[in-house]
């Protein structure tokens, strides 16, 4: 059975950074494609970065240059560094696992989500 943990989300000031994990049991963690989603209160839960089993990564534009997506997949852990947060950051941010960023529908197993607010 898989199991997806985010964590490491939290307040943060403009300017400021977080890092965010996602541990997972179960399942062939290597051999999957993971992905960080995010949902703003109103809005639509979109993809902001993902990364292939062979380390290949793929960002939206809007967070392009300030976050960066990584696995370990000794530790069967994904992480997202957040910097030069901004405002329009927060939401709720998910892991997800085993899919296609062509669509949220698209994946097999999502993490619980981690709250993370960016405000003076």
């Known amino acids: 059975q898989v199991q997806l943990v985010e964590s490491g989300g939290g307040l943060v000031q403009p300017g400021g950074s977080l890092r965010l994990s996602c541990a997972a049991s179960?399942?062939?963690?290597?051999?999957?494609?993971m992905a960080w989603y995010r949902q703003a209160p109103g809005k639509q839960r979109e993809l902001v970065a993902g990364?292939?089993?062979?380390?290949?990564?793929n960002y939206a534009d809007s967070v392009k240059g300030r976050f960066t997506i990584s696995r370990d997949n000794t530790k069967r852990t994904m992480y997202l560094q957040m910097n030069v947060l901004k405002p329009e950051d927060t939401a709720v941010y998910y892991c997800a696992m085993s899919g296609d960023w062509t669509g949220v529908s698209k994946w097999d197993y999502w993490g619980q989500g981690t709250q993370v607010t960016v405000s003076s």
């Open positions: 179960g399942g062939r963690f290597s051999l999957y494609r």
């Open positions: 990364i292939t089993s062979g380390g290949s990564t």
